[in-house]
């Protein structure tokens, strides 16, 4: 019965800063693997980043690598990305999803495991223009 509810978008400088926020209810959040992802205009939604359970594993993707930072905050139950040196190519909407990995590790960053993540918030719109 996890839920999730994103935070943070918004309308952003380029080469500025965003925190997005990702807040769970309905379960604790450390018993799940969390990811981040993106869509683009007219693109398909990919992965941005992800952490495990124990947050010790962060892997990122080529485009936002070095700029970007995943973190859990297993107090507030929240896992957030925050995200520097922001160009419009980062315009899109921002999801976070949970899989509790009970078949073993998912590798979020690929487009074909996104199908078994099993839930998802609705978004939030992050638009980086002068």
């Known amino acids: 019965q996890l839920q999730l509810v994103e935070s943070g978008g918004g309308l952003v400088q380029p080469g500025g800063s965003l925190r997005l926020s990702c807040t769970a209810s309905?379960?604790?959040?450390?018993?799940?693997?969390v990811g981040w992802f993106r869509q683009l205009p007219g693109k398909e939604r990919e992965g941005v980043a992800w952490?495990?359970?124990?947050?010790?594993?962060?892997p990122y993707a080529d485009s936002v690598k070095g700029r970007s930072t995943i973190s859990r905050d297993n107090a507030k139950n929240t896992v957030s990305l925050e995200m520097d040196s922001l160009t419009p190519e980062d315009t899109g909407v921002y999801y976070c999803?949970?899989?509790?990995?009970?078949?073993?590790?998912?590798?979020?960053?690929?487009?074909?495991?996104?199908?078994?993540?099993?839930?998802w918030g609705q978004g939030t719109q992050v638009t980086v223009s002068s």
């Open positions: 309905g379960d604790t959040l450390d018993n799940y693997i």
């Open positions: 999803a949970a899989d509790p990995g009970r078949n073993g590790p998912i590798n979020m960053l690929e487009p074909y495991m996104q199908r078994y993540i099993e839930v």
């Open positions: 952490i495990s359970k124990r947050g010790n594993y962060t």
